[in-house]
């Protein structure tokens, strides 16, 4: 649940999921008793057996909040929170996005190989009202 207006908070998200990876196992994630985010104006709940940590990195001159948010295994979501007024372009947000994928995919302790994103756009309900949204699908 985002607790303020979608118009002050761009927030991205995206789910590496090791299940997909062969070898790979993957414990089922407990949302009998789900933990909660909430900082930065943005509040969600996630799997309680999954663990939250933020990491805040410049980018010129706004700072973006990143929401690392993992399994006990190697999935991860990433959620990148960027201040009112600050919010970038799509395709900037994108390119911001991807770089902390590639880098939360670089220190995981099972090494993957992640093709070039193919990059596109698409319409999705968010909020409630019928927005663009930047798309990169890779294997």
């Known amino acids: 649940m985002v607790t303020r207006p979608i118009t002050t908070v761009a927030a991205a998200g995206l789910l590496v999921g090791s299940l997909a990876c062969s070898g790979l196992e993957e414990a089922p994630p407990d949302l009998s008793r ?5 900082e930065a104006g943005v509040s969600f709940g996630y799997p309680g057996n999954w663990t939250a940590s933020t990491e805040t990195e410049e980018a010129g001159e706004i700072d973006i909040l990143t929401v690392f948010v993992e399994s006990p295994g190697e ?31 670089e220190a995981s302790s099972v090494p993957l190989t992640v093709s070039e994103p193919v990059l596109g756009r698409e319409s999705r309900t968010v909020a409630g009202a019928e927005r663009e949204v930047a798309v990169a699908r890779y294997t």
């Not at 789900?34 to 909430?38: G, K, L």
């Not at 600050?86 to 900037?92: A, M, T, Y």
Request: charge should be negative; charged fraction near 15%.
């Open 34 to 38: 789900p933990n909660r985010f909430d």
């Open 75 to 105: 999935a991860v979501a990433i959620v990148q929170i960027y201040p009112p007024g600050g919010r970038p372009s799509l395709d900037v947000a994108l390119e911001v996005m991807l770089d902390s994928v590639m880098a939360a995919q």
